[in-house]
C-alpha cells in the first residue's frame, strides 16, 4: 500500500493510492500543475467558488478528466458548507456543477455512488478529503474534513451511509485519507483544541500536541480513528502523509498561499462495465 504523484502528460499530475484497484474504479488527487487559471489560482485550479473566471475553470476540468478518461460534464460537486451532510446520488445528478457552482448540491460535504461513469468531484486547500471504495457491493464516496468535519466525524457517517444506502460492509471497504495539512502545520487555538478534546476524549493526547506554546492538531489520525470506529480494518485504511502546507509547490494550501487561492479536487467514479 502506497501514495504516489503519477504524471498523466502535459503536466498535470495526480495522486493516487496503490489500494483502489483502477479495475473497478478512478480516483485521483489533483496537483495545481499543468492548468489555465493565472495569479492568484494559478495552474489547475478545479473550484468555481473562489473567484477564479469560470471558463478557466471549466478548462482545467476538462483536461484533468480527459486524462482520466472520465466525462467532465457527468461530474458531481456540491457546495461544500463544512458541515456533515452527505448525498447519495445517481445519473439523474450527473453535470450538476459542473460548469455552474449555482447547480451543485447544496449544503453538503460527502458524496456517494453506485453508479458506474458517474465522477464524484470535491474540492479542497488543506482540509483533509477521505476517499471510500467497496470493490464488493461496488460503491464509492467522497468526503471533506476540514476540522469542523473532522469533529462532527464525517468519514465515519459516510461509512455508516455505505452501509445504509448501499448494504456495503465496513470490513470490504478500503478508505484513503489524501494531501492535506498535516500535524506538523495546523496550528490551532485553545477553543478548537477543545472540540477535538470533546470528540475524541480518549485520544486526545494523541491527537493534540504542544510545540513551543502553539497547540497542533493532527487530523489524518483523527480520520484514521473515526475509520476504524466505524469497523474499517486498518490494513484497509490508506494515508498519503503528504502536508499540503509543506508541500505547496504541489498543492493548493489556503494557509501557505495566504488565503486566496485555487482548489484542488478529489476525484473518484466506478469504471463502466
Given at each position: 500500500m502506497s501514495f504516489a504523484l503519477e504524471h498523466l502528460g502535459s503536466n498535470l499530475w495526480r495522486g493516487k493510492f496503490s489500494s483502489f484497484d483502477e479495475k473497478i474504479c478512478q480516483h485521483a488527487f489533483t496537483a495545481r500543475l499543468g492548468g489555465a487559471s493565472v495569479k492568484p489560482y494559478q495552474g489547475l485550479?478545479?473550484?468555481?467558488h473562489v473567484g477564479d473566471e469560470a471558463d478557466r475553470v471549466w478548462e482545467n476540468r476538462q483536461r484533468f478528466f480527459q486524462?482520466?478518461?472520465?466525462?467532465?460534464?457527468?461530474?458531481?460537486t456540491p457546495q461544500q458548507v463544512h458541515g456533515a451532510h452527505i448525498?447519495?446520488?445517481?445519473?439523474?445528478?450527473?453535470?450538476?456543477?459542473?460548469?455552474?457552482?449555482?447547480?451543485?448540491?447544496?449544503?453538503?460535504d460527502a458524496l456517494i455512488t453506485n453508479e458506474p461513469g458517474l465522477p464524484l468531484m470535491l474540492c479542497f486547500a488543506d482540509c483533509v478529503p477521505v476517499i471510500f471504495l467497496d470493490?464488493?457491493?461496488r460503491a464509492v464516496g467522497i468526503a471533506h474534513a476540514g476540522w469542523k468535519g473532522t469533529v462532527a466525524k464525517i468519514a465515519r457517517e459516510t461509512v455508516?451511509?455505505?452501509?445504509?444506502?448501499?448494504?456495503?460492509?465496513?470490513?470490504?471497504?478500503?478508505?484513503?485519507?489524501?494531501?492535506?495539512?498535516?500535524?506538523?502545520c495546523f496550528a490551532?487555538?485553545?477553543d478548537v483544541a477543545e472540540k477535538f478534546r470533546e470528540a475524541f476524549p480518549k485520544f486526545a493526547d494523541k491527537l493534540i500536541t504542544e510545540q513551543k506554546g502553539q497547540l497542533y492538531v493532527n487530523l489524518w489520525e483523527a480520520n484514521r480513528l473515526q475509520l476504524l470506529e466505524a469497523g474499517i480494518s486498518a490494513a484497509n485504511i490508506e494515508m498519503a502523509d503528504t502536508c499540503t502546507d509543506c508541500q505547496h509547490q504541489w498543492f493548493y494550501s489556503y494557509r501557505a498561499d495566504g488565503g486566496q487561492t485555487?482548489?484542488?479536487?478529489?476525484?473518484i467514479a466506478l469504471n463502466q462495465y
Open positions: 485550479n478545479m473550484a468555481l486524462a482520466l478518461e472520465l466525462k467532465a460534464e457527468n461530474l458531481v448525498q447519495k446520488v445517481t445519473m439523474v445528478d450527473a453535470g450538476r456543477g459542473a460548469k455552474d457552482y449555482a447547480d451543485a448540491i447544496a449544503d453538503t470493490p464488493e457491493k455508516l451511509k455505505m452501509q445504509e444506502e448501499f448494504g456495503c460492509g465496513p470490513a470490504d471497504i478500503l478508505a484513503g485519507i489524501g494531501p492535506s495539512i498535516g500535524p506538523c490551532v487555538g485553545e485555487g482548489r484542488m479536487a478529489a476525484i
